[in-house]
């Protein structure tokens, strides 16, 4: 005997050739008419000004589209390795653990004697190769990135409770013009910048806002 | 040249230097306490431990300008008389081998004690996990930290 929801699995495959049961999906024409818009390939900086998706003109596919450009930046180890799902952070573009081998402390910024900023001073040291920066510290656990997909990171983003309590306003200063986050792009010498400039990274998440804050769905970026 | 000024060990000290040049320098080389040492220089090993306004720092890679107007506590001004609880322990337990991580070990320990009067073993751990001893002294290190933090058997 053949199982009722295979017979809707059949019914739905039907409808959606024949494009008249928008229930199972949608017509064929309104798929035709969401279809992604392509979009250039990234500049040699690796990350596309906002302008870039300029040309998708649903509000919410065009915000969707915006974060997951963000997370290009937000997604990569020189950010990911700070906001470290357990209790250590990692280094180097393979995220290997932090050696010397350091712990987050209660305040995230490691245990007494091992603190963050026994060693990282407020900028990047070029013969020590030590990496540096105002506010050196780990990102608290409730804002691991660690593992996460483009539209998990977003939805934790928009979240205050796990966003250090930020609205959107703040959360778009913060990429733009924060002194630890400016790191990413200049991480000093050996290590890989995250993709574009601060200053392309602000614009794209004051679009993103600007279009409605939408997440992507899970799914690859483009 | 900046004329830098820092307390030492309590003691004022006009410092006529780089404000790049990294602290250990100027402790050594220039007001002249080689107590503390220098080990990788990129504040991986912990030999050039010291205290600045009572947290750790690894002098090696901290300019002395972070220290301008600020304090410093080297293993030479630990105590007066090399009586802390720690130096006794180190003493009584015959901690070091060749020695040479031993002022850095110890300005992390005091460090820790400072904060955390009777750690645990684990928290022991984490404090020192940054200080390396090539000669592998860790277990006499961990058991004279507890002995002066009064608690011999460990928690």
């Known amino acids: 005997m053949i199982p009722k929801w295979l017979h809707l699995v059949a019914i739905c495959s039907l409808a959606q050739a024949a494009a008249v049961l928008p229930a199972c999906g949608g017509p064929a024409q309104e798929t035709a008419a969401t279809a992604p818009v392509a979009l250039a390939a990234p500049p040699a900086d690796g990350l596309r000004p906002p302008e870039a998706f ?13 974060f997951s450009e963000m997370s290009r930046v937000m997604l990569h180890p020189r950010c990911v390795n700070c906001h470290p799902s357990g209790d250590s952070p990692h280094q180097r573009d393979a995220m290997t653990l932090h050696d010397p081998p350091v712990t987050r402390g209660p305040a995230d910024q490691g245990v007494v004697g091992m603190e963050c900023t026994s060693c990282h001073q407020d900028k990047n040291l070029a013969l ?4 540096g920066a105002p506010k050196w510290h780990l990102a608290p656990k409730i804002m691991a990135w660690e593992g996460r997909s483009a539209a998990a990171l977003c939805e934790q983003v928009k979240d205050p409770a796990r966003n250090g309590g930020k609205n959107l306003r703040q959360i778009v200063e913060h990429a733009a013009h924060d002194p630890l986050v400016a790191w990413g792009w200049a991480p000093g010498a050996g290590r ?8 392309k990274f602000g614009a794209l998440a004051a679009a993103w806002v600007e279009a409605g804050a939408a997440c ?5 970026r483009r | 040249m900046t004329e830098l000024i820092v ?18 320098w100027a402790l050594r080389d220039v007001i002249g306490l080689t107590g503390t040492k220098y080990g990788c220089g ?3 090993c912990g030999a050039c431990v ?19 107007g600020g304090s410093v506590v080297t293993i030479e001004g630990l105590s007066p008389d090399g009586n802390h609880p720690l130096q006794r322990a180190w003493v009584e337990l015959g901690v070091p081998q060749c020695g040479f991580c031993q002022a850095g070990q110890i300005m992390t320990a005091a460090a820790l004690l400072a904060k955390k009067p009777r750690p645990t073993d684990a928290e022991i751990d984490e404090s020192l996990a940054g200080n390396l001893c090539r000669c592998g002294t860790y277990p006499r290190i961990r058991a004279a930290v507890r002995k002066a933090a009064g608690n011999a058997s460990g928690a």
Do not use: Y
């Open chain 1, 192 to 199: 890989t910048p995250v993709p574009g400039s601060q200053a």
């Open chain 2, 7 to 24: 307390r030492v060990n309590g003691t004022e000290q006009k410092l006529d230097v780089d404000p790049e040049m990294p602290l250990l």
């Open chain 1, 216 to 220: 992507p769905k899970e799914e690859a």
């Open chain 1, 128 to 131: 020590a190769r030590v990496p």
């Open chain 2, 50 to 68: 010291v205290h600045l306004n009572g947290e750790v720092v690894r002098s090696c890679v901290t300019p002395v300008s972070r220290a301008a």
């Open chain 2, 42 to 44: 990129q504040a991986l």
């Open chain 1, 54 to 66: 300029a040309g998708i003109s649903d509000p919410s596919e065009r915000s969707r589209a915006l």
